[in-house]
Structures are given as structure tokens and as C-alpha cells.
């Protein structure tokens, strides 16, 4: 017969492992990430599939976008936007 501390020890190690499974993250979702780069989820979809095409299999199921995704996303459309905005000045003063 079990001890109620047993009972209670394995019942808290259950818990220790859902938080563990909560805390690691997929990854970033698309949505998310267009978010933080204040842009529409269509444009940064659209260049995603373009840059980093999914397997047939992998298509109409959640997207989590990997480190080097994100990295490339956000050198891709920060990098250009500030370069964008630097020529407008550019013009603008001549």
C-alpha cells in the first residue's frame, strides 16, 4: 500500500513536468512575429514562403518559425526599412 507522501511526491513530479513542457517554447509564431515587427501577417507570411519553403506535409498546420527565421526576418525588414528611410531623408534634403 502507498504512503500518502509517496502519493504526493509523484503527484507534484507530474506537475514539475507540465511546467517544463510549458516553459520550452516551440518557437515564434508568424503572427507574432509581425507583431513585433509592426507589419501585416500576409507580407511577412508571403516572404516567409518564399525564403523558406515547408514541406507539402507541413502546409495548412501551425507555422513556429526557428532562431535563424526570426534573425533573417528581422535583418530583412528592419535592415530595409531604416535603408528606405535613410534615402527618403537623402532625397528629401536635396
Not at 8 to 20: P, S
Not at 67 to 84: I, Y
Amino acid at each position: 500500500m502507498a504512503k500518502a507522501t509517496d502519493v504526493i511526491e509523484e503527484l507534484e513530479g507530474d506537475d514539475e513536468v507540465e511546467e517544463t513542457e510549458e516553459e520550452t517554447p516551440l518557437g515564434t509564431r508568424p503572427v507574432d512575429l509581425a507583431k513585433e515587427l509592426g507589419m501585416s501577417p500576409k507580407v511577412l507570411r508571403a516572404w516567409l514562403r518564399k525564403t523558406y519553403p515547408r514541406d507539402a506535409q507541413d502546409k495548412n498546420k501551425s507555422w513556429y518559425l526557428t532562431e535563424d527565421q526570426v534573425d533573417a526576418a528581422w535583418a530583412h525588414f528592419v535592415d530595409d526599412a531604416d535603408e528606405t528611410d535613410e534615402v527618403e531623408v537623402d532625397s528629401d534634403e536635396e
